[in-house]
Structure formats: C-alpha cells, structure tokens
C-alpha cells in the first residue's frame, strides 16, 4: 500500500554511517544476536493511540498534526482510513505488532449494542489486514477512562452502573482481542485511583477492581482467550494517586487477591520515572519476581513532573532495559509497544517515521551493548565478588537458613574484624559507557 504515505518508501537498515533520515541506522531486523534476529529479540510494536488518533492537542491548544486521513465524511469513513493507513506505516517500517484500545479503533454508537456493532465491522477489516501484511496483535485493551461514564473510575467507581458498563466493555474487548489472535490484554488503571480519601472507600474500591480482574480472568478461560494477562502500573495521571502505583504495589494487590498467577506486567518507562524509579528499577522488580511480561517503550523528561510519552532516543536507558530483557531470557509474548507520541510541533506525517526510527535504532543499540556486557560478564563477575562473603562460612549458613540470632551473635562476639571492599559504582558506570562508545 502507498495510499498515505507517497513519499516514503519501505524503511531500510544502511548502517551508522548512512545519512538517510529514512533508513535505520543501528536497527538491522535479520542481523542474529546470540541466536535470535533483532526483530526477534525487540517484538516492536505500533501504538495505536498515539500513532493514529492523536493530535497533539494540550491543555493549552487545540490538535496541530497533519494527517493525510484527515477529512473523511463520517467517523467510521475515517476509522477506516485510519486502519489502513495503519497498515501501511508498519509494513513500511517493517513492525510485526501492534496494540490498540477498543475506542481508538472504531467510535462509540449511540447504545453500547451500536458501538459493539461498530467494533465488529472495523475488526473484520483489520483482521483482513492482518492476513494480507502478516501482522500481529501485542494486545489488546478496554479504553475505560476517556468517556465522561468514567468520571468516577471504571472497576474502582461508586457507582454500580458504571462498573457493569465498563464490565461490558471489557468482555466485548476481549472477544476482539482473542478473535484477532491477540496475544497479551492489559489492564492500565486509567481511573482507577482517587482525587481525595474525604469521598473514597478505598478498601470497596480495591476489592471491587480485584472482583473485576477475576471476573475476566473467568470469562477468557470460557471464551478459550490463553493471551497473557498484563497490569500496567502507572503512579499518578490522570488521578492524583492510581491504585496502580509501580510494580511492587500491583504485586501486593495480586498477592492479597490470589490473582498472581492470571498476570504479569506490563512496565512503561515513563510511569516509572513518575513513580521516582529508573526504567531498570521497574523492569528488575518484575523479573525478579517472574513477573516481567511486556514493555511500553517510550521516555519522560526528568525536567517535566508528567507522562511526556517520548519516542525514546536514550541509548543509556534502552541499554540497561535491554540488559535486564536478555536476563529475562527476552519478552516473548510481550512485545517492545511504542507508547510515544511525537512532539505538537512535529506534525507532520513524516515525523511518524522518524519517530519511529528514533525508537527502533535506540533500542536496537541498546540490544547490542548489553548483549555484549552480558557476554563478556564484566558486571555480573564484579556482582559474584561483591556478594561472595554469602558462599561460605557463615554467610552461606545464613542463606541456608542454618543459623539465627543466637549463632550469629556469637560469631559476632568472636570476630572483631570486619573488612568492607568499596562498592565501584563509578568504575562500573565508566564501563557501561565504554561498551556504549566503543562497542567493546
Ligand atoms: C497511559 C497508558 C495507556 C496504556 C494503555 O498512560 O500508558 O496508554 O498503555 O491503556
Ligand atoms: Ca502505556
Ligand atoms: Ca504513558
């Protein structure tokens, strides 16, 4: 297809020294990695929000982006133009996935049984353009916090009509998610958190959204939906304080409510430096746990206290997420999700593209730098030492749960000396750097 974007043309890779502003640069899809292509290793996917339906709309101003499926007759004229145009950036850039909200994909109705009718007919449309482009659904989702229904929360509302409305919607999101052979869903809290505990039961609040999680979790295992489930943790915005705050608390949630084998989660970059955590943070609390199941890719500004949703171009950040990814023994079945927008001042078309391949190259380099810390072990050799005094002696016997206060006094008692060797943290950010200018 060539209908949207004329002057674009497939997006090839021509190597670091190409000047081709449509050409990747670091992001070779069938160079092999320890085994995998890239394109295996990185699983990019396309947001359809930010790619398709956004604007660049802010407090301050109205929509500036340019698009070339502007000026349909009616909504789902332009829903229409929307998924094809879809269509042809990712075969042009050469993704494999793409993730969406029911409502970026086609518009509500006036009933819910008329919205419902209207997702079935963009569906049918885009599973057709599936088959054609050979592309996959990441996953899919439930938009529960743009409609003036959910002014009070969607699971976590005061009001019991809203909760079986976005019920509802959830269930119909996961029949066109599993229909399209998606193969994550996720939850993002949108509005489920709260302004003020003046007017908020949150222990109602909590048990209810836990109720609303089962209940989906039943209803795939009925429709046969095997898609991996996702929370999104995300600390603040839109409400002042989300349920969803990093990974640790929606792992207490889970663990409370018995949910913890139904999900994993889904980390994004932006929420956890929200959150006032690295990227790294986010992503090694959730492997640890066994829980790390896919990632929205993207950047905030540490200058701006809110969720920017960057193209990310930071080769040190993707680096330490690639490193904790291939620990992870990679994301398979999530996906690297682009949830970034491009600048309002970058309206047009084209920046799509270079958006894009900012995002892709930036990872892309980020892959091979820490697939080669990793091979060539420099940092996990310097953590072995560092933590070597727990493989003998008295520290292995307090890994093995051997000893207790009462021994370990008495080791104490007779050892006077202790010896603490420095932690290096400069040392080691000097080599993370070397590998990222030299390759090594
Ligand atoms: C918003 C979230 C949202 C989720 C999907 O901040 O990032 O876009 O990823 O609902
Ligand atoms: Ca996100
Ligand atoms: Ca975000």
New binding site residues.
């Given amino acids: 297809m060539n209908k949207y974007f004329p002057n674009v043309s497939k997006v090839k890779y021509e190597g670091p020294k190409s000047t081709n502003p449509f050409a990747f640069k670091y992001y070779n899809p069938y160079e092999v990695i320890g085994g995998k292509t890239m394109k295996e290793h990185l699983r990019f996917s396309l947001s359809y ?1 930010h790619t398709l339906t956004a604007g660049g709309s802010d407090p301050f101003g109205v929509a500036t982006a340019v698009r070339p499926w502007d000026g349909q007759n009616d909504d789902m004229a332009l829903a229409k133009a929307r998924m094809e145009a879809a269509f042809e950036l990712m075969d042009k850039l050469d993704i494999e996935y793409f993730c969406f ?1 029911d409502r970026d994909i086609a518009p509500e109705g006036k009933t819910l049984a008329e919205t419902n009718e209207k997702l079935d007919e963009i569906v049918s449309q885009c599973k057709e353009l599936m088959k054609k482009y050979n592309k996959k659904l990441l996953w899919g ?1 439930a938009n529960c916090f743009s409609s003036p229904r959910y002014v009070h929360g969607a699971g976590t509302t005061c009001n019991a009509e809203v909760f079986a409305y976005a019920a509802a919607q959830i269930k119909k999101a996961l029949e066109v998610t599993k229909e399209l052979g998606g193969e994550g869903y ?1 939850f ?1 809290g ?1 509005r489920e958190g709260y302004e003020t505990l003046l007017n908020t039961n949150m222990e109602l609040e909590l048990d209810n959204f836990a109720r609303l999680l089962q209940m989906a979790v039943d209803y795939a295992k009925e429709i046969g939906f095997t898609g991996q489930f996702l929370i ?1 943790p ?1 600390p603040k915005e839109p409400t002042k304080h989300q349920y969803d705050f990093d990974t640790a608390t929606v792992l207490g949630f889970l663990r409370k409510y018995n949910l913890e084998k139904h999900f994993k989660i889904n980390i ?1 970059a932006n ?1 956890a430096t929200l959150a006032q955590h690295t990227f790294q943070h986010e992503l090694h609390v959730a492997r640890i746990n066994n829980v790390l199941g896919s990632v ?1 890719a993207n950047q905030g500004d540490p200058m701006l206290g809110w ?1 920017t949703d960057q193209f990310p171009t930071n080769v040190y950040d993707t680096t330490l997420a690639m490193y904790e990814i291939l620990k992870n023994g990679g994301i398979a079945p999530g996906g690297l999700n682009f ?1 970034s927008k491009v600048r309002r001042a970058s309206f047009e078309a084209e920046d799509l593209f270079l958006a894009y391949i900012a995002g892709m190259d930036t990872f892309a380099k980020g892959l091979t730098v820490a697939y080669n810390l990793l091979q060539n072990g420099d940092l996990e050799k310097f953590m072995e030492e560092r933590y070597s005094s727990f493989n003998e002696g008295i520290g292995k016997e307090i890994v093995e749960g051997k000893v207790g206060l009462k021994e370990l006094e008495k080791h104490a008692l007779s050892n006077n000396i202790i010896v603490n060797k420095s932690g290096r943290q400069e040392l080691l950010e000097s080599i993370v750097n070397q590998y990222i200018f030299e390759g090594k």
């Fill in positions: 929000w909200h989702t996720v993002w949108g999104e995300k994004e929420h929205d969720d949830d």
